[in-house]
């Protein structure tokens, strides 16, 4: 394809992306509002983000296996029709149980479209070439990221309210689902004999799903300890299901998770890599809006504004080091530097309070969205360049489901930490108070209906514990930095597809390799 065929397929699925992450980040600006609204808690703040994680990352490598099966264009279609059908309930929700279900609905689209706009892309351009379109793709999340903060800050300030964070991406939906009919041509693939892995996916589902319910609902702010019988029962359900995923997975035809792909060094090390990136980087995009609502005392509006810094690293970087990568072919030393950045950007922001200055936190988030911006595509990247093109849906989706995954435990970690956290400070607070602790740091998010004092030393706990959790996404980076530099440096190749007796996941059907090797003689005979 052309440089403007690409652009122009790449359209609508910008488009649909743009749309998933507008998604995402309206409602981390609106969640205070909405669970206060709702009379929720501090764990149903969590678990809002938690779920919708958690089904996009269920999902994700059930929609990367039927992009290496099926037609792509038709797959990311019905993605975006299951996240409308989704938006549509969440906006008219009335309780957090529904709430909670729209999220998983529209995590199920999410992770559609996350495996595969990346997986068309990887099958469209060459791995040296894929660095540019990987930086528009950056600028697209940042836009989205950037804008949705802001937007959905304006909305629930407005007459509108909340509910229309989630019916104002229905007609962006519609009209990717628009361009990508008129823009995207990709002939459908179908192999014979094809079967999922149903099994697979639903004891893996199910063994994250019990250890996340037992970190969110465990230690002092919750309704057992951290050494109990509960959390026995909790961990060794969780832990006998992913072992009984493994062996599933082992064993299974079309598995959902193909291990001779994870188990590839550079794969292996980039999902190691993206689950730490995914336990930083959602969590800093769901506890930053709530540091600044309800530890600063700040509108959605104003909150949406000030995590602008974070988002304008993630642009600069991402589309900088594509840029680059595609004009010098070196893509590890973007990697390292970026897992350098999240490291300290982490540490800096694990010293914030209730009363740090306001330019410090904009300074500190600005370096880890640089380091996000460096890391987060160009990991996607290494993994591609290391695949036959059959197996870039698997293998891309694999990456974008750790990631994922990494973001639904340290959503769900980190919130458990910070309910703790605000209880703790806050009974510190009440006591020089001589104000009998009745509140915990999983009570009521809605500040507001608090008697003045005590709302200030809510709002203070809230401020001060932030710091802590971003301790701990910190030691998460250490991990994605450690394994970024053992990534091996393979030089991107030109061509879109490998040599079969490359690839783990190797054809067993000679055909299939005779076609591929015509095909790379024509497209790259004379680039090699």
């Not at 990346?118 to 793709?137: D, F, H, K, Q």
């Not at 980076?477 to 061509?495: F, K």
Request: contains cysteine; proline residues 4%.
């Amino acid at each position: 394809m052309s440089h403007r065929e690409i652009l122009e397929a790449m359209t609508g699925l910008l488009a649909a992306l743009f749309t998933a992450l507008l998604s995402t980040t309206i409602v981390a600006t609106a969640l205070p509002t909405i669970i206060g609204d709702l009379q929720g808690s501090q764990t149903a703040y969590a678990w809002v983000i938690t779920t919708a994680l958690l089904a996009n990352a269920a999902s994700t490598p059930i929609w990367g296996k039927f992009a290496d099966l099926f037609n792509k264009k038709t797959l990311v279609q019905s993605a975006i029709v299951i996240f409308v059908i989704g938006s549509i309930i969440a906006g008219f929700a009335h309780t957090v149980p529904l709430l909670l279900v729209a999220r998983v609905v529209q995590g199920i689209g999410m992770g559609g479209l996350t495996a595969l706009v990346v997986a068309i892309i990887g099958s469209i351009v060459a791995p040296r070439e894929r660095g540019r379109y990987s930086g528009y793709m950056g600028a697209v999340m940042a836009v989205s990221m950037s804008g949705g903060p802001i937007l959905g800050g304006v909305i629930v300030d407005s007459p509108l309210g909340w509910r229309w964070c989630f019916f104002v991406c229905v007609p962006l939906a519609v009209i990717a689902l628009v361009l990508l009919q008129r823009t995207l041509r990709l002939p459908t693939e179908r192999k014979p004999g094809v079967s999922i892995d149903w099994l697979g996916a639903a004891l893996l589902t199910a063994g994250v799903s019990i250890l996340l319910i037992w970190v969110s609902f465990a230690g002092k702010a919750g309704y057992y300890d951290w050494i109990s019988r509960e959390t026995a029962l909790y961990v060794g359900a969780g832990v006998l299901l992913l072992l009984a995923t493994l062996w599933v997975e082992s064993r299974a035809k079309s598995p959902i998770i193909p291990l001779p792909i994870v188990t590839e060094r550079t794969t292996g090390l980039a999902i190691i890599a993206s689950i730490a990136v995914g336990v930083g980087m959602f969590g800093a995009t769901t506890f930053l809006g709530q540091y600044f609502q309800t530890a600063r005392g700040y509108s959605p509006t104003v909150a949406g504004v000030l995590t602008i810094p974070l988002v304008a690293g993630m642009l600069i970087a991402s589309v900088g080091s594509g840029q680059l990568i595609t004009r010098f072919g070196k893509w590890k030393r973007f990697v390292v530097a970026g897992g350098a950045l999240m490291v300290v950007g982490f540490a800096l922001l694990s010293t914030i309070d209730h009363a740090t200055n306001l330019w410090l936190v904009g300074g500190y988030i600005t370096v880890v969205g640089l380091g996000v911006g460096m890391m987060m595509q160009n990991l996607v990247l290494a993994v591609q360049n290391t695949v036959s093109v059959h197996n870039i849906g698997a293998a891309s989706s694999s990456v974008a489901f750790f990631r994922t995954f990494g973001g639904a435990i340290g959503v769900s970690v980190l919130g458990s930490v910070l309910a703790t956290r605000v209880g703790e400070l806050s009974a510190q607070g009440f006591a020089k108070l001589g104000v009998p602790s009745g509140t915990s740091g999983g009570g009521t998010l809605d500040l507001g209906s608090l008697p003045a004092p005590i709302e200030a030393i809510v709002r203070a706990a809230y401020g001060d514990a932030t710091g802590r959790i971003f301790l701990i996404a910190a030691g998460a980076t250490v991990v994605a930095l450690i394994a970024a530099t053992l990534l091996p440096n393979h030089p991107l190749r030109r061509t879109i597809d490998i040599d079969p007796a490359l690839d783990p996941m190797r054809a067993e059907d000679t055909d299939a390799a005779v076609r591929a090797d015509d095909e790379r003689s024509e497209v790259g005979a004379g680039v090699r």
